[in-house]
């Protein structure tokens, strides 16, 4: 089984911030903007706003003692490379991460990941007004309908997505399922990478969710979202924010 690396705009972020970080960490006394422009080759369109994402998750600071705003690592990035405290650190990272996007797109929000050929989901926040979707079968045999599986599924090869299908039956779990093999893997490779899978009542009646891939390294990931039925008119919308909030996720992952 293989992974298809194909470039997603959250992914693209990440590499222009690891760029950035790198940088930032070589210089102790701080690196400007004109400095951070010239190394990294970014234009102030793509830097500025990759500055703004790395300030307000902690990754850098600016010096506010500099004439000129030089910038340094941020307490966030000085938490994970403390040697014994990473792991920990990692994690208080991702759950603050997942409260925010729940909190600023409305909707329960969960990271999942594809791990020795099973969908298991990570971590998730949810809340009183943002519930948790009903796991009534289990992810782990529901790839087909989900969209956290479909998500995942789609970062495979062809011979993986079989070998997936081929474990687990393809059970019809609302009116609404795709249970023929065929029209599946067709639907998966028509998929484009940029655009957030839809599950709307397949999983589940009375629930839709999105979900959108964070691929890292050769583990397949996603990012998704639920809500409920009737607020189906806001899933897009919120897919697109939770696309656009899957970088500090992602970035967290790669460091």
Request: proline share 4%.
């Amino acid at each position: 089984m293989a992974l298809k690396h194909q470039a997603t705009a959250p992914y693209d972020s990440v590499q222009s911030a690891l760029r950035v970080l790198d940088i930032v960490a070589r210089h102790d006394t701080g690196v400007t903007t004109v400095e951070l422009a010239r190394e990294t080759r970014l234009p102030a369109t793509r830097l500025a706003p990759l500055l703004r994402m790395l300030r307000r998750e902690g990754y850098v600071e600016q010096l506010t003692d500099s004439p000129v705003g030089a910038y340094v690592t941020g307490e966030t990035l000085n938490r994970l490379a403390a040697a014994g405290h990473h792991e920990q650190a990692l994690r208080a990272k991702l759950q603050s991460v997942l409260d925010g996007l729940r909190d600023s797109i409305g909707a329960a929000v969960y990271l999942s990941r594809y791990v020795d050929g099973e969908v298991e989901v990570t971590d998730f926040a949810a809340g009183p007004r943002t519930p948790a979707v009903n796991e009534w079968v289990d992810f782990r045999s529901s790839a087909h309908a989900s969209a956290i599986g479909k998500s995942l599924l789609t970062q495979l090869d062809v011979d993986g997505r079989r070998d997936h299908l081929a474990r687990h039956r393809m059970a019809r779990l609302t009116s609404r399922t795709i249970t023929n093999e065929r029209a599946l893997l067709n639907r998966l490779a028509a998929q484009p990478a940029t655009v957030p899978v839809l599950d709307l009542q397949e999983y589940a009646v009375g629930t839709v969710c999105a979900a959108v891939p964070i691929t890292a390294g050769s583990t397949a990931g996603c990012l998704a979202l639920s809500l409920p039925v009737e607020q189906a008119h806001r899933l897009r919308d919120a897919a697109d924010t939770l696309n656009r909030g899957a970088a500090p996720l992602l970035l967290s992952l790669a460091l």
